[in-house]
């Protein structure tokens, strides 16, 4: 199980999600542009987002999850950024959500890239995928500048999308 762990890149700490980061969850998800091509809806409120950290179970069952993404700079909690695994596609899945204000800015890119290394060179795994709706054109930027390449059209939530992959081999050929 992840207890702690830290990854760093240039400008952030990437670290496990824990119940204090509530008020970020929730203020993250209350942005409609922020859900736009996520298919998920916004908490209710704070004791919502509070409930989903507290049972949200991907380290423990699998070693992996999404890692809260801290700027070095001011300390700021800007979005998170990781892996979530699929029992029933038996399958690891990337994915990241920032606040606006930090969008185009190359943090997704980033924090992304390091989630890659760290999952391919430490936990051994063999393939991962990255999903996005077709007219999110922001996300599909960034599984492409991290060198995933398109692997099939994909109906993500009834709606059309597109999955990327990057397999351990094709990542230590980079």
Do not use: H
């Amino acid at each position: 199980m992840l207890k702690r762990l830290i990854l760093e890149t240039e400008r952030t700490y990437l670290r496990v999600l824990t119940v204090k980061d509530a008020e970020n969850f929730f203020n993250l998800n209350l942005d409609k542009e922020v859900l736009q091509f996520t298919g998920d809806i916004p908490f209710q409120n704070i004791s919502e987002a509070r409930e989903f950290l507290e049972q949200y179970d991907q380290y423990e069952k699998y070693g992996v999850g999404r890692f809260a993404v801290i700027s070095k700079n001011s300390n700021k909690f800007m979005g998170w950024c990781g892996l979530s695994y699929s029992l029933e596609l038996n399958q690891y899945d990337i994915g990241f959500r920032f606040f606006r204000d930090v969008w185009n800015k190359g943090y997704a890119t980033e924090a992304a890239i390091r989630c890659l290394e760290y999952s391919f060179a430490e936990l051994k795994i063999d393939e991962i995928v990255g999903r996005a709706m077709i007219q999110n054109r922001a996300s599909i930027k960034v599984l492409q500048k991290i060198g995933m390449t398109f692997k099939n059209s994909s109906d993500f939530d009834s709606k059309e999308g597109v999955v990327y992959q990057m397999t351990k081999s094709d990542y230590e050929k980079r």
